[in-house]
């Protein structure tokens, strides 16, 4: 999509199907997820201050894996309200609080753009990997900044460069080149549309935020064999089915192949080891 032709209604029409369709394996693939997002997520509620009896807004929360872990820090004097786009993750994010035991969790189907949620009432928002899909980043920042308490803490986590994630920028590019897609205007939703040096600390600085600061975490994602990390990219990455849907069956399993192939780079003896590059960004609402 060009600069000219993006449709921020259609994309989020586009992104909510997509997750809905989606929810099941990457609710499925939970342990791979918590195995290579958990350390950065502990950075995540670490800035965010999440501690006994805080309450926490999760902004596109999907299966809820970093909803559990900020759970069971508040404790049973705090909560957390987990919000997203897609009704069908949400469900799956509440039964595994349900399953953990953990009454101190509410889900709630809300778009991160247009937070409908009473303002200054929490005390830290999280978000995992879910500040790249918004359209309108900076208006998700300052409904953030206007659900936080004075004080308030909110702590994201993104993707670094494609440079530093070729486990993802190597699909990307494939998929790019064999759909003829040009490379995303500055400003358009994408994976790596908060990665560049600088550019979240700037968004959360101009959404009001201060004491902004980021971190870099190291967080290749392991699996037994690249034939596994395609197939859980084929069932779980929304953005990567996005991007092959102007492509008809045939080339579509042309393009898988190929992603494969020249992801083996990454294999050895103990299996696939992605390289990815996570930011974890935090900043404090004024008052």
Known sequence: MSSATFDPGAYKRTTTDQWQAAAEPWHRHGPTLEAWLG???????????????ARVLDV??????????????????????????????????????????????ETRVVDGERLDVPAGTFD?????????????????FVGMRRALRPGGRLAGIVYSTPEANRFFSIPVAIIRRRAQLPPPA??????????APGVIDAAFAEAGFTEVEVRRVEAP?????????????????GALHQMLAGLGDAEREEA????????????????FDGPCELLVAAGQAPG
């Open 39 to 53: 350390p950065a997520t502990e950075v995540m509620l670490d800035l965010a201050g999440v501690g006994p009896g």
């Open 60 to 105: 596109a929360a999907g299966a809820g894996g970093q909803t559990i872990a900020a759970a069971r820090r508040a404790g049973p004097d705090g909560r957390v309200l987990a919000t997203d786009i897609s009704s069908n993750i949400l469900a799956f994010a509440e039964r595994s609080a349900r399953e953990a035991g953990l009454a101190n969790v």
């Open 124 to 140: 830290a928002v999280i978000s995992r990997v879910g500040f790249i899909y918004f359209p309108d980043q900076h208006a998700a």
């Open 186 to 195: 500055p400003g358009q939703p994408g994976p790596f549309s908060l990665g």
């Open 221 to 237: 994602l392991r699996l037994p064999s690249t034939a596994e990390f395609v197939r859980f990219a084929r069932e779980s990455f």
């Open 256 to 271: 898988w192949s190929e992603i494969e192939a020249e992801l083996s780079r990454y294999e050895t003896a103990a299996g």
